[in-house]
């Protein structure tokens, strides 16, 4: 890190100076269909109530704001960091005023409602500055049974799906597998999903919030009251082409496996003992760790990988290498 101590947190770094990984406070948020994995297992310093559902990573949304923890912009908001370090940040992506990525990790006590994300042009309607959502998810543990519901099965129609949602029959409609640790599952916007209890992930998505469900198994909240449905923006959102979905096949690449790849984002996924450089290739790197410590090397300085930790790595950074334990993965998310 080259910046003197008494650097202004505004300081540009366009073009000047390389920098090193950030590390940001998570975000944690309560819902009820949340747990207490995100600490016990992913080491996220929790409360002592019961219902710690998503740990936010990484986020530039609106109000939710990744604070940086570490480096010499401690105290600043990663859109701020755009603001002030944007090709030093973005790179080759430089000009966004928003981080494009939302990364989270998720734990599911209780099972999701079914729900649907827009695509990008479907969320400009509702709202001119959300974008699509699609996203993926990274088994990290699954009770022994546990499933996620992804797709609708062939000949699900807007019809059917209707009378199903009055008869309390949805889940007929819906396509769904057992999942076990380390299996990956990419949803399209579009496509109608929910994640079943017992499941703990990390979730890569395009930075939006806008969901709209479609049922939420007949349950409540805590004020005796069920939880808003969208229907009529759900269908209208859902892709009735695609089908039922199922687990990502890997690709093998050097070093490792690409799990996902898309036109909003690649997870490539390394695992067991080695040293894997990261390209300098003027991208901005995420890296999450879901299982065994690791590190990172960036230039001389040597940062700790710990088991649900995440570090964002600038695209101007110094020479960088992940070094592995027998047990350890990590992902690694970024920008095609
Ligand atoms: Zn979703």
Excluded at 37 to 65: C, V
Aim: aromatic share 8%; with cysteine.
């Amino acid at each position: 890190m080259l910046i003197p101590q008494s650097a202004p947190q505004t300081q540009r770094l366009d073009g000047i100076l390389r920098m090193n990984a950030i590390r940001f406070d998570p975000l944690l948020k309560r819902i009820r269909w949340g747990g207490t994995r995100l600490g016990t297992t992913l080491g996220k310093r929790l409360g002592p109530e019961t219902d710690y559902a998503e740990s936010w990573e990484i986020a530039d949304h609106y109000e939710d704001q990744s604070i940086v923890n570490t480096s010499y912009f401690a105290g600043s908001t990663l859109q701020e960091l755009l603001r002030d370090s944007n090709e030093a940040i973005l790179g080759r992506h430089a000009g966004r005023d928003q981080f494009p990525l939302l990364i989270k990790f998720l734990d599911a006590s209780d099972r999701l409602s079914v729900q649907v994300h827009p695509n990008d042009a479907q969320a400009k309607t509702y709202d001119p500055t959300e974008n699509g959502k699609t996203e993926a998810w990274v088994i990290i543990d699954a009770e022994p049974g546990s499933r996620v519901y992804a797709g609708l099965k062939e000949g699900v129609t807007a019809e059917s799906i209707r009378a199903a949602i009055d008869t309390g029959k949805l889940e007929d409609c819906l396509h769904s597998f057992e999942v076990s640790a380390g299996d990956c599952v990419f949803i399209p916007a579009g496509t109608v999903h929910a994640i079943g209890e017992g499941i703990l992930l990390a979730e890569v998505q395009q930075s939006s919030d806008m969901t709209f469900r479609l049922y939420d198994w007949d349950r409540v909240g805590a004020d005796g009251q069920p939880r808003e449905l969208h229907i009529e923006k759900a269908i209208a959102c859902t892709d009735f082409e695609l089908g039922p979905v199922n687990c990502q096949v890997p690709q093998s690449i050097e070093h490792g496996q690409e799990l996902a790849s898309c036109e909003y984002f690649n997870i490539r996924r390394y695992a067991g003992a080695g040293q894997v450089p990261i390209p300098d290739d003027d991208r901005f790197h995420v890296l999450l760790s879901l299982a065994e410590a690791a590190t990172v090397t960036v230039g001389p300085e040597v940062e700790q990988l710990a088991f649900g930790q995440t570090l964002l790595l600038p695209a101007e950074h110094e020479a960088a290498t992940i070094n592995l334990a027998a047990n350890s993965t990590v992902l690694d998310v970024f920008l095609p």
